[in-house]
């Protein structure tokens, strides 16, 4: 697909959710990033709440832990402060967010994959809009120029369904354990504060050729 | 005790734990820090297991969720060879040092705490020695050249037991969850990540006066 044969040796793979509120601050910093570097960024919509289930706990940790959750919206304030994004802490948290993830998984290689994330991304932590209802999907997908209904259709048959269990299931499967979660060349980093190390292993890699 | 006016909005609380990994990496790291930017330690040593205990963990985290504690020990060497500290994986994580940490709060105030911190800090994830001995700490006071019995007696006294434990109660009364945090002019910093950020805070609240 790629016509640079170092292609694989320059990417990053973006393991994210919707309801993430350190994704966000990925999805709105990495596009730059890996544009600056010349590195391809591989969407990998998952499911963070099955991951967090078979980890034994039935909710974000960021609610289950009330002093770390507090402590979260601090420092989501000054991080969002420091990298000039936009925040409204959603009066949801954390949403589910399974129709725009579907469409997620759909596009993830399509040229509307970065635009469709930051779009439900900021429907989410600054808009405060619910991305888990068909009708926010709708109106952005529809803000975006894209075929609603036959999007829709797509991101919901089964087919689509199971490959998103799927992406879920091998999240689990390579010790993902929350997100952001980035690889490089089977390296993994966990969180935002990582994505910049992400890209430097990118860098390291390719000296090394 | 500081004869600079400005000296309470120039500190910088470092609450930390001996067998914190990520307290390590801090340790190594803010007294330099601080000396650039001519900002005063205020060492407040507590005992993060209690913590945990208070949040409903009976170990830490990181040996509590194995994949998080698989990653943790990748990403402290890969954090260490970026700021080039050394580091052995401890044989035994984490360990208690309720001795050395009385030390370290009997020595808060005293010109030597840096030293020590250091010096517990290197044996646990430098030599992979057991901190939690009173022959380590013994053989460790000695090499900086304190009184060895005398240290250990006022560490070990009624009084010093009884701070430690109400240093640990005020770090849960203040939300404290886990080691290293920082506090800046009542501003709450979490992990060794976040240490420049409470730094540049202490730069942002100095420009306001």
Same mark, same amino acid.
């Given at each position: ?85 936009? +925040?409204?802490?959603? @009066?949801?948290?954390?949403? /589910?967010?399974?129709? $725009?993830?579907?469409?997620? &998984?759909?596009?993830?290689? %399509? ?34 120029? +894209?075929?609603?209904? @036959?999007?829709?259709?797509? /991101?919901?048959?089964? $087919?689509?369904?199971?490959? &998103?269990?799927?992406?879920? %299931? ?40």
């Amino acid at each position: 697909m790629n016509e640079n044969p170092n292609s694989t040796a320059r990417a990053i793979e973006f393991w994210f959710d919707f309801g993430s509120n350190y994704s966000y601050l990925s999805m709105m910093r990495i596009e730059a990033l890996a544009a600056a570097r010349n590195v391809t960024i591989v969407w990998r919509p998952f499911l963070l709440g099955p991951v967090f289930r078979q980890l034994g706990f039935d909710n974000s940790p960021f609610v289950l832990q009330k002093e770390k959750g507090a402590y979260v919206w601090k420092d989501m304030e000054r991080q969002c402060r420091k990298y000039g994004i936009a +925040l409204t802490r959603p @009066s949801t948290f954390p949403r /589910a967010a399974v129709l $725009a993830m579907r469409v997620a &998984l759909l596009g993830a290689n %399509e040229p509307w994959i970065g635009a469709w994330c930051r779009k439900i991304m900021q429907l989410n932590f600054v808009d405060d809009r619910d991305i888990g209802s068909i009708d926010v999907v709708r109106a952005a997908l529809d803000s975006l120029g +894209l075929p609603v209904q @036959s999007v829709i259709d797509a /991101a919901q048959s089964d $087919a689509n369904k199971l490959r &998103l269990r799927e992406q879920t %299931e091998l999240a689990i499967s390579k010790g993902i354990f929350g997100a952001p979660t980035f690889f490089v060349a089977g390296e993994m980093f966990w969180g935002n504060d990582r994505l910049e190390d992400a890209f430097d292993y990118c860098d390291a890699i390719a000296a090394r050729h």
